[in-house]
């Protein structure tokens, strides 16, 4: 079983709607992070969490809120949906004494009409 | 100017060919360098850390310049599953930021 797992793997929803995307890990990782990855750009930072009561804002927060429900289990919202937030994101674990080797999730394809 | 560039490529190679590749960065104070490997459409992976003396894993060698801030990564003896796209990462010492080239893809034909 893959140690990253996030669900959905594939979304298509409408501007304005709400979505969630799940994030799960057996790797007993404290950091989880989430990044979106649009064509031609570098993975880009959403949020990172270093554990449960500890959420702080990457490089491009905006839109964008999270959750981290349990050391396993991190969440990512977007509030009210737009086009520009069509890409590709990853959830990724680190653990405490190597956070510059992370472990990445299949990843899920969001396309917002 | 971004942080981490890459040539997007592609390198289209035959079987059994050398393929190399720079990444350039810009910030001087980034201390770990990493290679990923990424197929298509699917979660990158690491591949190799990169490190001050250079290193080899296999048929991949990868080497850190300092002084003119880039890093490569040559392939020796291509192979069709070496096809992706990989990722130059540099970061801080032991630090959560990373910070993502986009890629160069390698195309490995038959």
């Known amino acids: 079983d893959a140690d990253v797992t996030q669900t959905p793997r594939n979304r298509i929803t409408k501007t304005g709607k709400r979505i969630m995307l799940e994030c799960s890990q057996t790797?007993?990782?404290?950091?989880m992070y989430w990044y979106r990855q649009d064509p031609g750009l570098g993975l880009r930072l959403i949020y990172y969490s270093f554990d449960v009561k500890d959420i702080n804002k990457g490089e491009i927060s905006d839109g964008y809120s999270v959750s981290r429900q349990a050391q396993a289990k991190f969440s990512l919202s977007l509030e009210s949906a737009i086009p520009n937030q069509t890409a590709l994101y990853f959830c990724a674990t680190s653990g405490q004494g190597s956070p510059d080797t992370q472990y990445f999730g299949p990843g899920t394809r969001l396309t917002v009409l | 100017r971004k942080e981490v560039e890459q040539d997007p490529g592609p390198f289209n190679v035959p079987e059994g060919a050398t393929v190399a590749f720079n990444c350039t960065y810009s910030?001087?104070?980034?201390?770990?360098f990493f290679w990923y490997r990424q197929d298509c459409r699917k979660e990158p992976k690491l591949l190799m850390s990169v490190y001050s003396s250079g290193n080899e894993d296999g048929r991949f060698t990868a080497q850190l310049n300092r002084a003119s801030q880039y890093i490569s990564l040559l392939i020796r003896d291509s192979k069709l599953s070496d096809s992706a796209t990989y990722l130059c990462?540099?970061?801080?010492?032991?630090?959560?930021?990373?910070?993502f080239g986009a890629g160069t893809t390698v195309t490995v034909r038959a």
């Open positions: 910030n001087s104070a980034s201390q770990s």
């Open positions: 790797k007993g990782h404290d950091r």
């Open positions: 990462v540099v970061t801080p010492f032991n630090d959560y930021k990373l910070s």
